[in-house]
């Protein structure tokens, strides 16, 4: 009996250290493919996005299915270039900018930390003294150059996508072995794509009216580079949970740095604050409803994942792939644990309510 116990504790051992060995590989190269990985990914997302809208051009319009895929793949690489040429631009203006108002910044800051007592003040400034902004902010400039051969990676993806699009249930059917196994790993497919499709199209408007009324309020007040904020608060409010708060402490400190007035800033702040939060509490739930049923502290663990491992890329991701793990868990009866400590209520949402339809479409 004790022999059988140690070999039993034995294979377990084993069976750890290997599953700990394929985690450690696995995270290794997830660091080090994250270029490809990540355009891959986007390049899922946006044909998964793009296939709905072909499907809803071919059936109502009465278009043939070519056309409306070449039309499409157009549509996808001149919105991506375009989107990548206007962050790259706005990029170099805030650089530009912070550069020029950096010396009025450094004479305005003593005004709004002297109500915190000259310890505190003096703390403060040897603080950003130390800290070379004006360096990060170059490399921050560099890396957004990186966008542009990114989405030149991502076109390119989806290009063989649509390519490859008529021989995917061909190769599910013999990849699995079974038509059984086939149909329901394209249901399982289908659901995961309805899902986030649905999420980052109402993330999407929810994002642009947000920063639509940041625009507004920057050039309200009469400041530069509301253009760039705005964007910036688009692009930061598809990080769940602290997007919106990093992006309105941001537009707090450019709104310091390009007035150089507490009163202005205080404004600015309240306004911001205020859209965000109505926004964030009112509308996106309102609108997302039970689109997601994700436990929200598993959502900030898949940031703090996915962030340290593909960085702020990561972050925009993360609750696109949470959503597909939780559903194919649900599948997995081995697996179905993961898939009830994602959820909210600790109920997975397998997709299986709204599989049916985005299967019908591929």
Known sequence: MDHSNETVL?????TGFLGLIAFSLL???????????????????????????????????????WLATTLALIGIALGLLWV????????????YIAITYAEQ?????????????????????????????????????????????????VI???????????????KMERLTGDAERAVQARRIIASIMHRVNRYLVVKTGVSAVTAGIVWLIFRTV??????????????????????????TVIAIILAFVLSGDTTITLAIAILCSATQFLIGNVLDPMLLGQTLRLSSFGIILSLAFWGAVWGVPGM?????????????CAHIPWLRSVAVLLSREGLPDDGSGDEEQTLAKA
């Not at 997302?45 to 296939?51: E, Q």
């Open 222 to 247: 009469g400041l530069e580079l509301a253009t760039a904020v705005a964007i910036l608060t688009f692009i930061l409010n598809f990080v769940p949970s602290v997007g919106s708060i990093v992006a």
């Open 27 to 65: 995270l290794i190269m997830l660091v080090q493919a994250r270029f490809i990985l990540i355009s891959l990914a986007i390049a899922i997302i946006l044909f998964s996005l793009t296939s709905d809208a072909i499907h809803a051009i071919s059936t109502r319009l009465k278009v043939a299915k």
């Open 10 to 14: 034995r294979e377990r051992l084993q």
């Open 84 to 95: 990548s040429t206007t962050i790259v631009a706005q990029v170099n203006e805030i650089v």
């Open 105 to 153: 910044a450094q004479a305005a800051l003593p005004a709004l930390t002297e109500r915190l007592g000259p310890e505190a003040q003096e703390r403060i400034m040897t603080a950003l003294t130390n800290f070379n902004i004006t360096g990060w902010i170059r490399s921050l400039a560099g890396q957004a150059s990186g966008i542009l051969s990114g989405s030149v990676l």
């Open 156 to 170: 390119l993806f989806v290009g063989f996508m649509f390519a490859e699009q008529v021989w995917f249930p061909v």
């Open 316 to 328: 925009f991701l993360a609750v696109p792939i949470m959503v597909a793990l939780m559903i194919v």
